[in-house]
């Protein structure tokens, strides 16, 4: 079964660094997100990403953060200044294409450390 | 506001069914119902979705209520790997995830 894989598994940054994260979508899929799991809290939706461009963001997606889908296969998020509060488990997903009756596919995330 | 209720945590004997209520009492009538589960150190995984109807698959059942203000997820005969954290969300564009029902399941 097609799976979502994300590099690398445990990303160790000094603050005020820049780090990108790495995710290979399901390869016929169209739709793709990052969501972000602060340790012990929830699943919390980053962006969406269509066509090559951003669909939706959440409050959390600030200017810090871009997403790019740089050769057809790749689907980075990048953090440009990082801060201690962006530790967290960082999970990229795909969907076939919109509609609700697809599911979304994820990774298993990328653990992030800001020291 | 993930716009649906779970109990915090469940637990279940290993092989016996289990029942996973949500309740979205606010949902439209467009609204899909979608269950996901998240065992420990990995990421969401898709379970089972439904409209009006209520689903069958591989993984578990999915009983939606004649109002749709509520659904039960079932698992038929839970095992140690069910153990995880089930959620059930609204349907949109992005998942928007509660804090889910943590199911232990016991030997």
């Known amino acids: 079964e097609p799976e979502v894989t994300q590099t690398p598994s445990h990303q160790v940054t000094q603050m005020g660094q820049e780090v990108i994260l790495r995710c290979v979508p399901i390869?016929?899929?169209?739709?793709f997100y990052w969501y972000r799991q602060i340790l012990g809290q929830k699943v919390e939706f980053l962006v969406s990403?269509?066509?090559?461009?951003?669909?939706?963001k959440s409050e959390i997606f600030d200017d810090q953060f871009s997403v790019e889908r740089p050769d057809g296969s790749n689907f980075t998020l990048k953090i440009r200044s990082t801060k201690l509060e962006d530790s967290a488990m960082y999970f990229c997903?795909?969907?076939?294409?919109?509609?609700?009756?697809?599911?979304?596919?994820f990774g298993d995330g990328t653990r992030l450390s800001i020291l | 506001d993930a716009k649906t209720t779970q109990p915090n945590s469940m637990e279940s004997n290993e092989e016996e069914p289990v029942h996973l209520p949500c309740n979205h009492s606010?949902?439209?009538?467009?609204?899909?119902i979608h269950w996901y589960r998240q065992l420990p150190s990995q990421g969401p995984e898709y379970v089972i979705h439904?409209?009006?109807s209520n689903v069958n698959n591989r993984m578990a059942s999915l009983a939606i209520a004649e109002d749709r203000k509520s659904s039960t997820l079932i698992l038929h005969r839970a095992t140690l790997r069910d153990a995880a954290v089930y959620y059930c969300?609204?349907?949109?564009?992005?998942?928007?995830f509660g804090g889910g029902t943590r199911l232990m399941v016991k030997p």
């Open positions: 990403f269509y066509n090559n461009e951003i669909s939706e």
């Open positions: 606010t949902i439209s009538g467009t609204d899909y």
């Open positions: 439904g409209l009006t």
């Open positions: 969300i609204r349907g949109s564009n992005m998942l928007t």
């Open positions: 997903a795909s969907r076939g294409d919109r509609s609700e009756v697809k599911p979304q596919h």
């Open positions: 390869s016929n899929h169209l739709y």
